[in-house]
């Protein structure tokens, strides 16, 4: 059970996501939603390069060599640098979308989805 | 010569310093930045078509990055590192982005000449290219995860490119949200992947995979991403939105992204999990996926009277013959009867001219727009006498994408039909009905739009280099409807060959 | 926004050194520990963040969007140069490995105390990646402020 906790809070942090993804008409919420969808998926990445007992891969002074897998951890990071990216992109279009319309409601407007 | 054998990193790379070279570029002169661009375009353009040619000859070729072979260190198994694998198919659709993406780009540098902001434009556009170039090219999961992201990223900020259009706001909003669900889906199926083989790479994965529950899920989410980038049906509703708001050569560029997914998604269920899943039921619901596409396309394009909306719904249709014939092929895969190669070859026919006659429809609406500055087709009406080069052209695209007897659309369409309906019969039928819909929908909107009396007295000339990029689009849609057996025996046939024996796939890598 | 009081202002000067030294050290070893590129980079666009903050409106003076956006292509540029300077062997070769030069010391596989002259390449895209990140991050918090205020802009990226 406590082995498998990390991956429990996974499925909460998705379910959470996909709930603020599919209910919410806050744009700013959608976009919440869709970055909080993304942690759990790279939460997930990084569970799954855990050893038991590993420490973090870097040799300089590493006190002993069972390393977790750096593999994960470099995908993490490039996931996170293209969340990153599509969360300023997504902020700046309802930037813009409240200069135009003065309103951030998906329903006002047919922006469903 | 050394480059030679850097072919096919090239595609990605010159797109890639071309686009990081244009703001530079631009600072010093705009004459500069655009011969660049050409430049760089053409030089890929020839580097593409002597890689098909390559590949056609001496096989599958596999690029390595840091290291000369695939599996070079390795003390377990197969290591984690970024290949690019090349077949016929994936030259193929290759050749087809490259080709579209340069005539675009030719268009665009009369289309857009007064817009502000143009380095940006030319840059995210050339990233988009790099984008779909490396869909294309790659042979390893994660790097399509990042290629896909790429295409999303720059191609919603060339959605919003008319920022003070409300809609296009929108729209681009809309589909950033779309498509990084998609890329999600992608990210979590990459990750599940990973669990179970510590691979990345597609070749190897297909080579060691089993059939466990999670790579069920697998397939699905994978195939849930790729259907929504390609705006088949259930996820359709991105598609007219963006496609009504884009600038012409944008819109003609995401066309060919979307092709490039429903591309990676035949791969990923041909090649990676071909041999292990369920493919009558898979092949079942991409035809069914397939005709429901066509039957919405052309029902929903019936009401529209925006030209670039209506087009989109008719993109919505094409894609659904792509599926309807790759699908029904996947249903007896891998025992496939002759029939099924035949509706295999006749999606993969389909994909080429799809991409041909709805950027040559698009551009010209995308001329109409330029020189009348209306895209209501009831605001127009005459525009044969003013212009009647634009009115053969769209002609040309009309029937060919409603499939009429001498251009391309007639061609690939024929094969589709003619094997599906040993399949199934009522999926012809509603085929057949949808493209004789087509035809009238473009029936109406050519008579509205060029025929009557002439409505508006001040319109502009249409510069001759746009005109000559529809020129080159029509000649190689007669061209190919003229001598289907040429490219049908050249091209198709080997990258259906490609596509339907996966172990030479794998083979080339391990 | 209004300017904050002197105390914030003085200190948000004075930390821009121990800010852009702090990025500059993440960069530099990135070969080595955690971070590099981005993480350094994100570490140096925090100071135009502090600045926005401690001055408000007044921070439009000295923070010019010109130069990030040229810093941010020249740097792009530069990182994929160096990728094509590899091409004798291929993309990305790290061609001045063992090379002997500053960065040219390879090291065996195994725990070691951490020498900074090794890695070959790395340590340079390291840097031109930490240039790039930092740029387009504070392009991203100028236009995002400035933005939001009244002027109609395209995005950063």
Redesign the interface.
Known sequence: MLNNLPFIVVVILMALGLYA?LFKRN?IK?VMG?HV??SG?DL??IE?GYRTGGI?P?????PR?EMVLP??QA?T???I??NL??V??????????Y???GSIDSKK???K? | MILLEHVPLLLIAIPLLTAFATPVLGKVNSFLRNFWIITALISTELMGIWLGHDVLKNGIRVYTLGAKLPGLTSPVGFPIRIILEVDAMNAFIAMIVISIALISFIYCMRFMEWSRNLDKFYTLLLLLLTGMMGLTLTGDFFNMFVFFEIVSISSAGLIAFYVHRGEALEAAFKYMVISSIGALMVLFAVGLLYAQYNLLNMAAIADSIQNSFVDKVVVALLLSAFLLKAGSVPVHMWKPDVYGEAPVPVVVLLITSSLVSLFILFRITFTVFGLIIDTALLGWILAVLGILSIFLGVTMALIQSNLKRLIGYSAIAEIGYVLLGLGSGLIGFPSLSEFGVKAISGGIFHIMNDALDLSLLFLVVGTIIHITGKRDMNQLGGLARHQPSLALLFLIGMSAISGLPPFNGFASKLMIYESVYRFNPFLTIVGVLGSIVMLAIFVKVFVVTFLGIPRRKDIKEVPESMLAMMGILALFIIVIGLFPNLFVDNLITPACQALIHPEKYVEAVL | MNEMSKIVRTVACVLIIPGIVFGLYVILHGHLTPGGGFQGGAVIATIPALFIIAYGEKSRRILNRDIPSLVESLALLTFISLAFLGLSATFFRNFLVNGGFIFGKAIRFGINPGYLNTGGLIPLLNLVVGLEVSAALSLIILIMYFGSKKEVLKDAK
Do not use: C, E, K, N
Request: net charge positive; glycine share 4%; aromatic share 10%.
């Open positions: 993804l744009l959608i869709i969808l993304g998926v997930f990445l799954l973090a870097i040799f300089t002074m590493a060599l593999t994960p995908l990071l490039t996931s640098v293209i990216a599509v300023a992109l997504m902020l700046s279009f309802i930037i813009l979308i200069q135009h319309y407007r047919r922006l989805g």
